[in-house]
Every structure is written in structure tokens, then in C-alpha cells.
């Protein structure tokens, strides 16, 4: 079995986070993104900023603030990365009414299988509600399935399906 994470992301609920506070002068200023970490590709607009850089990318909307980490990004850069620049955000900005955190892990544990991937995914979570499918005769049937559960004072998803 190989597991691979890709692109984790962690995300600050906040009802109207004010954009024209996010320029790049401000962010370098705090220290909260290093003027050798901004580039070229950011986009600042009445609407979005969107920093990203070769291990994250800050995306801040009227509605949150998230945080998106480059793929083989070690958990220690990745940690130091949220705290610096959330745990910075959140602390300069004490009066902006934060709801919520969340924290999406995209994470892959892909089996040595030897069948086609079709027949693998319809042997372990094919369910009676797929039964329409035969009805359109539908070839190379993806089957996924997902459950969630409280766990520390959270809500947690976990998503099952096919990607390729």
C-alpha cells in the first residue's frame, strides 16, 4: 500500500474579512509572508488575494482566509507555515469575527492491486443505490463511499472515491 497527501489545506471561517488590508506590503511587513516568498503570480483585487508561493498558497475571500499547502512539504515547514501566517493573521487581526477552522487533508492510500481499478472499487463499496447504473448500461462503474463522525469537539468527513 503507498499513501500520498496532496495539497492540505487548513481554512479560517470569517464573516467580512476586509481585502484591502491583504497587500503584500502589510503581509512582509508582519512577517507573515517573506518578500522572498512573494512572486510574480499573485493576484490582489477588491475581491481576492492570492499568494502563492513555492510551498503555499494564501487565498484570502470576504469569507475566509485558507491556507494551502504545496504537495512534499514536510509536516514541520507545514506547521511553522500555518502558525506563522494564520496564527499570525489571527493575531493582528483580533476583531475580525472568525466562526470557524477547519482542516482538509487530501490523502490517497492506494493498494498494490492487480484488477482493473473499476472492478476493485465496485467490489468494496458498490451499494444498492448503484443498481441505476445498470439500467443505462454503464461500462467501467467508480463506486466510493464516505462517513463521518465527532471526534474532538470537530466533525470529521472521511471521503472514499476513485480519482483515476
Known amino acids: 500500500m503507498h499513501l500520498f497527501t496532496v495539497q492540505p489545506n487548513v481554512v479560517l471561517v470569517a464573516h467580512d474579512v476586509?481585502?484591502?488590508i491583504f497587500k503584500t506590503s502589510w503581509?512582509?511587513?508582519h512577517e507573515l509572508i517573506l518578500e522572498d516568498e512573494i512572486g510574480p503570480e499573485l493576484i490582489v483585487s477588491p475581491s481576492l488575494v492570492q499568494i502563492p508561493t513555492k510551498e503555499f498558497t494564501l487565498l484570502v475571500l470576504p469569507?475566509?482566509?485558507?491556507?494551502?499547502?504545496?504537495?512534499?512539504?514536510?509536516?514541520d515547514s507545514a506547521l511553522?507555515?500555518?502558525?506563522?501566517?494564520l496564527g499570525g493573521i489571527s493575531s493582528l487581526l483580533p476583531h475580525t469575527p472568525?466562526?470557524?477552522?477547519?482542516?482538509?487533508?487530501?490523502?490517497f492510500l492506494v493498494p498494490d492491486i492487480e484488477e482493473d481499478l473499476s472492478e476493485w472499487t465496485v467490489k468494496r463499496f458498490r451499494s444498492p443505490a448503484t443498481s441505476a447504473a445498470d439500467k443505462y448500461g454503464a461500462t467501467e462503474l467508480r463506486c466510493g463511499s464516505y462517513f463521518s463522525f465527532d471526534h474532538l469537539e470537530m466533525r470529521v468527513r472521511v471521503d472514499s472515491r476513485p480519482v483515476e
Not at 511553522?80 to 501566517?85: A, T
Not at 472568525?98 to 490523502?107: I, L, S
Open 18 to 20: 476586509n481585502l484591502s
Open 27 to 29: 503581509l512582509a511587513h
Open 63 to 75: 469569507d475566509r482566509i485558507q491556507l494551502t499547502i504545496e504537495t512534499g512539504i514536510s509536516g
Open 80 to 85: 511553522q507555515h500555518l502558525l506563522r501566517i
Open 98 to 107: 472568525f466562526t470557524a477552522m477547519g482542516f482538509n487533508f487530501h490523502n
